[in-house]
């Protein structure tokens, strides 16, 4: 058995349904199982058959009665416990374990989680303040007395002034959330299993797959905007009043579509980094797998990104008091004539702020999109069973 935790080429395993006709581990099998197309271990050559259970076979007793008791049995026993190498049980995943074991990642390889996390957010938040110190242009100026056209004129400018300030800032959490995801994903792939990694082996892994998940990232990033903007086209180009009423209408309808795309592309990453797999072909396996689970995966998803906000509000609020008791100077000036020229002393301790938020907040949201995908593996393809035979557990070896 191959040692690393390589995950194969997607094969001829079912994708359709929720795991229909998927044997389980627990469950009566008929002896010719899925063919597994995530091999934790080499890639299965032909019909893979899962394995037996221990004492069973030519001359072992007749099992007892119980729980899936076959033709037989009569009873009820209690239904077996999952085996558990790693950070969560081998079997679908609920909600709760789905975040206990993103948590529980971050606990095991702490050393190399801090080490790539912090690192990354140290970096891009430096940049970040460079970037709003010496390169962005002066937002534009606004008169409080201001009326009519002179007022709409001023609001268009703001906006298109915040628009190219968030710019520069999007692109570096950008590249940062790149390659804190490629890492942490191999990260969580082996702590599954439970098997040590450090930050090099991590990164020498993950480091082939940059270019490609880039291409993914803005690929997803493109599809949104020309979304957005079909959805707005009608309203712009109609103008007046009535235009403005199709503005919001194509904006709602607009985003409704971008949100269910993301949703259903969501596992694209994973899929990539752990598959190895073209950006095209990631895609539709994200899409093969969320189907049919899609308000499950935007709950968990959404319950994420509000835990992911609390957490960065709890950090922000002492920061932002202490970074605005440090620099008066700069909020007085924000609070009368709107000017952001805030100075070093605001800038280095709302720095700090985001650098521990990220720290925490980004190995949070990739082990749940990995750890999700792994559990709609397990639930369609019964992945499950190619992991603990990837992790070493009894019974599970298929060598002769």
Not at 141 to 150: C, L, Q, V, Y
Not at 202 to 214: D, G, H, I, V, Y
Not at 216 to 233: P, Q
Request: glycine share 12%; net charge neutral.
């Amino acid at each position: 058995m191959n040692d690393t935790p390589g995950w194969a080429s997607p094969g001829s395993a079912p994708s359709e349904g929720q795991g229909a006709g998927v044997p389980r581990p627990s469950e009566p099998i008929d002896g010719s199982g899925p063919a597994g197309n995530w091999s934790p271990t080499q890639p299965p050559t032909g019909q893979w058959s899962p394995p037996s259970a221990p004492g069973t076979g030519p001359g072992a007793p007749p099992p007892a009665p119980g729980w899936g008791g076959g033709p037989h049995g009569s009873g009820w026993r209690q239904p077996p416990v999952a085996a558990k190498p790693g950070v969560i049980p081998l079997r679908p995943l609920g909600v709760g374990e789905i975040l206990d074991g993103a948590v529980s990642t971050m606990r095991a390889h702490w050393r190399t989680v801090l080490g790539i996390t912090l690192a990354v957010s140290v970096i891009a938040q430096i940049a970040t303040i460079l970037v709003q110190r010496y390169l962005l242009p002066e937002p534009a100026a606004i008169d409080p007395n201001a009326t009519g056209s002179e007022a709409l004129r001023q609001s268009a400018d703001t906006a298109q002034s915040a628009l190219v300030n968030s710019v520069p800032s999007l692109l570096i959490t950008m590249i940062a959330t790149l390659i804190t995801t490629s890492v942490l994903t191999v990260v969580i792939s082996r702590s599954v299993l439970g098997r040590p990694v450090t930050l090099s082996d991590a990164w020498a892994e993950a480091r082939p797959r940059l270019a490609q998940l880039l291409g993914l990232t803005l690929l997803l990033a493109l599809i949104s905007a020309a979304i957005l903007t079909v959805g707005l086209l009608p309203g712009m180009l109609v103008g007046s009043a009535a235009g403005a009423g199709l503005v919001v209408i194509g904006l709602m309808a607009a985003f409704v579509v971008v949100i269910w795309l993301m949703v259903r592309f969501c596992l694209a990453a994973p899929a990539l980094m752990l598959e190895r797999q073209s950006i095209t072909t990631s895609m539709r396996r994200s899409a093969k797998l969320v189907r049919g689970a899609w308000w499950r995966t935007f709950g968990i998803l959404a319950l994420t990104w509000l835990l992911t906000l609390i957490v960065s509000v709890i950090i922000a609020i002492p920061f932002s008091v202490i970074a605005m008791a440090m620099d008066g100077g700069g909020i007085g000036s924000f609070l009368t004539d709107g000017s952001t020229d805030f100075g070093w002393p605001f800038l280095i301790v709302s720095g700090i702020g985001q650098v521990i938020t990220a720290t925490i907040t980004y190995p949070l949201s990739a082990g749940v999109m990995a750890l999700l995908y792994i559990d709609q593996r397990i639930r369609r393809e019964a992945l499950d069973l190619e992991l603990a035979r990837a992790a070493g557990l009894p019974g599970y070896d298929t060598r002769s």
